[in-house]
């Protein structure tokens, strides 16, 4: 990168050219009203708007944003970014702008709290990640099925299936946290209320029962002309079961609004990620989850490990589409 450019956190000003720039490569309809939820209103804030930019002329021509989130195992939590939303304007692409936000958020945040860098990337930024030291650990699939096309499997006796508060869905995520030492994004009150006031996407909340398994699901309806998209943003292990995940996503395709697709993301080969597809749900389109030690983690090769768990074997992480911003 020459010296023409140069990478600051972001201000007030470098608000109309984020939007626009977001639009024309990654969004159709991103606006302040999204910006302000995700990058302000987010609970685990850092005190700023957590976007690098990189500036030319004066002019913002390049953003990547990291967004604060906190990670649990068992007792454990801890403070991570996540990169999402970014862009390099096109008559500045082939510089390497994208990876000096990398780096320069890297020396940033190591003295702010963050402890590791996650991201779910597409090809071109997953390789620009690896260049400046980023872990590829693994893909992840965005998984969908039309409402036409999904298949119901029997077995759905006995499954009880009901609305609930976001209270109760909180009792739920804890009483599962508490028996797992699988890692996960710390869903907080405050992060749960912050997740499904999402401004273009309405969520609902459900408990889940079978026999003596209980557990929750969030599901989220996005407008899609006179329909809707459903995603099944979280979930806890009893909708693992092909009849559980066939009843509950039955349910809702019967009595509910007009739906015309459902969609999740899992990491491919996962549990999940078998069992919807033998519900009828096809690849959409993939992501590579690259990590990156910003301070404090042991690293071994191209591992990650925190108190001797390795964070970059996904077999250890719990993760859903409400995760993947």
């Known amino acids: 990168m020459s010296g023409q450019y140069r990478v600051r956190w972001f201000e007030k000003g470098d608000l109309p050219a984020y939007i626009r720039g977001l639009n024309e490569n990654l969004y159709n309809e991103y606006d302040e009203a999204r910006f302000k939820w995700k990058m302000v209103d987010t609970p685990f804030s850092l005190g700023f708007v957590s976007i690098a930019v990189v500036e030319h002329a004066g002019k913002p021509v390049a953003f990547n944003s990291f967004l604060p989130l906190m990670v649990r195992r068992g007792r ?31 020396r940033e945040l190591a ?18 990640a690896q260049k400046v030291g980023s872990t590829l650990t693994c893909d992840f699939v965005a998984l969908s099925a039309k409402s036409t096309d999904f298949k119901r ?23 599962w946290a508490k028996t797992t030492l699988q890692l996960h994004y710390y869903r907080t009150p405050e992060y749960l209320r912050w997740r499904y006031s999402h401004p273009i996407r309405r969520s609902s909340f459900y408990r889940i029962q079978e026999g003596g ?41 019967d009595e509910g609004e007009a739906v015309n697709e459902v969609y999740l993301t899992e990491a491919t080969g996962s549990k999940m990620s078998d069992v919807a597809r033998r519900l009828g749900f ?17 690293e071994s090769g191209k591992r990650l490990y925190r108190d001797g768990v ?16």
Not at 153 to 175: H, Q, R
Not at 233 to 244: F, N, R, W
Request: hydrophobic share 35%; with cysteine.
């Open 213 to 253: 398994d209980t557990g929750y699901a969030t599901i989220s309806l996005e407008r899609d002309g006179s329909s809707n998209t459903l995603f099944l943003e979280d979930y806890s292990p009893i909708l693992q079961k092909p009849q559980v995940l066939s009843a509950f996503i039955k349910q809702l395709l």
């Open 153 to 175: 499997c029997d077995g759905a006796k006995g499954i009880e299936i009901d609305s609930c508060s976001l209270d109760e869905l909180y009792y739920l995520y804890e009483s």
């Open 282 to 298: 096809g690849p959409d389109h993939y992501y590579t989850l690259i990590m990156k030690n910003i301070r404090r983690l042991e």
């Open 111 to 128: 003295e702010k709290g963050p402890q590791m860098l996650m991201g779910f990337n597409f090809a071109g930024s997953a390789g620009a």
């Open 76 to 106: 454990e939590i801890f403070s991570i970014v996540q990169g999402c939303d970014g862009f390099v304007e096109p008559e500045h692409r082939r510089m390497g702008l994208f990876q000096e936000t990398l780096k320069f958020a890297f």
């Open 310 to 325: 390795e964070l970059s074997d996904i077999g250890n992480w719990k993760i859903v589409s409400s995760d993947v911003f």
